[in-house]
């Protein structure tokens, strides 16, 4: 993807080139034309299309994520030799996208969930680079169980595991978003850190 990329930006660049030159004046009106509309308006918005797709799947990977120097220390909680935290025991027997086990568990799965993850992701920018990466990092508002039910909803061995189904139809209110699954005595731990 990077090399068309490129090879459409050298291309757009040599009909500017060709704008620039002086057989521009020489040529006909009906080439200028066809030329100004490539080069000024056809190109920039397919160029675009193609970096903002091409991107948008970057931000998608654990890899990206780890780029950041605030989120290290939870791209390697991905590996701790741990079964308590979700984030390792999903990543590591295969139960989220290893490619995209952040993605997976921190977009909500909506209708403009992916837009929204990958908006805030440019308010991560803004708070890194202009106000300063914080000591702590918290979620902008609350785990919803959406995002573990869209996985666990459906599979038998959630409902009949017994944790679930405990008291107080338990698994109803877990399935109504009244119990969070990340209470305490539940999976209260997403990720082990070393500074926990």
């Known amino acids: 993807m990077e090399l068309t990329l490129a090879l459409l930006a050298v291309i757009n660049i040599s009909f500017i080139l060709f704008l620039l030159l002086k057989e521009w004046g020489t040529s006909t009106p009906r080439i200028r034309k066809f030329v100004s509309l490539f080069t000024l308006g056809v190109f920039p918005i397919f160029w675009g299309l193609g970096v903002v797709t091409h991107d948008l799947k970057q931000v998608q ?3 990206f994520c780890g780029k950041c120097h605030v989120m290290t220390d939870y791209v390697n909680s991905l590996d701790v030799d741990d079964t308590e935290p979700l984030s390792a025991v999903h990543y590591q027997n295969n139960w989220v996208p290893r490619e995209k086990a952040c993605y997976a568990c921190h977009t909500h799965y909506t209708m403009f969930g992916s837009t929204n993850a990958k908006l805030r992701g440019l308010t991560h920018l803004y708070v890194y680079y202009i106000k300063g990466a914080p000591k702590k990092i918290e979620l902008y508002e609350k785990y919803e169980n959406r995002e573990c039910l869209r996985c666990h909803g459906p599979a038998r061995k959630f409902a009949e595991t017994k944790a679930h189904n405990l008291e107080n139809n338990m698994l109803a209110q877990i399935r109504a978003g009244t119990l969070s699954c990340l209470s305490d ?8 850190l070393p500074s926990e």
């Open 61 to 63: 990977k654990v890899s």
């Open 185 to 192: 005595g539940c999976h209260d731990v997403g990720h082990s």
